[in-house]
């Protein structure tokens, strides 16, 4: 599930395995008893068709981020929303079966346009997204259903104005760690390299990857980009949820009359590893009897 405020490299081998085959057997994607259902997984999903799409997932299923099916129908109905023309597009994906199970991993693309048109710019937001994770499948009868799933990796943009070229021409960078461990500090950046010309006023922010009914608006904080770079300290939580680290930016050109000229909004998500609790093992000592006890 793509997270935006408001799934190593894969390759197109297929590995087939189960209980009586020790090794695993290669198999062409399209003899694979998944396609299909994957196939059709995202043919709903770009067809906005909500019901449709739920009907892949399982009663019981709950994602990676503590997020359960009800939830999950919630959250994808405010994406298509927010992008009313939202697509998403597989690039990569990979398969690994054993009896009733299968995984698969997967490289994704998010990419559309803003519901609302921005009066600075007279123009929609486009959104492009990148997601890499992991699909836990079990197979009900003859039907596959989706039990649980993973993002490894999430990077989102909203560009309005000039600012995807400054993007694409790599004028813009932001930095934050994929993974932290809980409680640990870690920091987020934005660096500008584009022309003297230009100056640029931003904030960042975090919020927990959790479902929420009503998102609350964040009071962002702008500062002006000193020698061209922004950052900010964050704890990680020790909640046991993950993270989405959020940076926006507004771009103006002259130094004499300065215009708007570009707002980015970027975020990428920051996974947060919990220490499993350190196991205590109670000893018990029982005393040697002793002589008197056979003597009473």
């Known amino acids: 599930m793509l997270f935006v405020s408001l799934s190593g490299a894969f390759f197109p081998t297929v590995f087939l395995a189960n209980s009586s085959t020790i090794a695993a057997k290669e198999v062409s994607d399209s003899d694979h008893p998944v396609k299909h259902f994957l196939d059709d997984f995202y043919s709903a999903w770009n067809a906005h068709d909500i019901e449709k799409l739920m009907s892949f997932y399982s009663k019981s299923f709950i994602s990676a981020d503590g997020i359960i099916k009800d939830d999950y129908k919630k959250l994808t109905e405010r994406l298509w929303t927010n992008y009313p023309n939202i697509q998403l597009v597989n690039r990569k994906r990979a398969f690994r079966n054993q009896d009733m199970y299968s995984t698969v991993t997967t490289v994704d693309y998010y990419i559309g346009e803003t519901k609302d048109v921005n009066p600075d710019f007279n123009e929609r937001g486009k959104i492009n997204a990148l997601s890499q994770g992991s699909m836990y499948l079990k197979r009900y009868g003859k039907d596959w ?152």
Do not use: W
């Open 145 to 296: 259903k989706i039990e649980s799933d993973r993002i490894n990796f999430e990077l989102t943009t909203v560009t309005f104005g000039r600012a995807k070229k400054m993007l694409d021409e790599n004028y813009i960078y932001f930095s934050a760690p994929e993974q932290v461990d809980a409680g640990q500090d870690y920091s987020a950046a934005l660096y500008f390299a584009g022309g003297d010309d230009y100056s640029v006023s931003a904030s960042i922010d975090k919020e927990l990857v959790q479902y929420v009914d009503e998102p609350e608006a964040i009071d962002e904080d702008y500062q002006d980009l000193t020698a061209k770079k922004l950052e900010r300290l964050f704890k990680a939580n020790d909640n046991k949820y993950n993270e989405l680290v959020s940076a926006t930016a507004l771009f103006y050109k002259g130094l004499v009359d300065p215009q708007l000229d570009g707002i980015l909004f970027i975020s990428k998500r920051v996974n947060v590893l919990v220490k499993p609790e350190a196991l205590v093992v109670k000893k018990i000592v029982k005393e040697p009897f002793s002589s008197a006890e056979f003597n009473e």
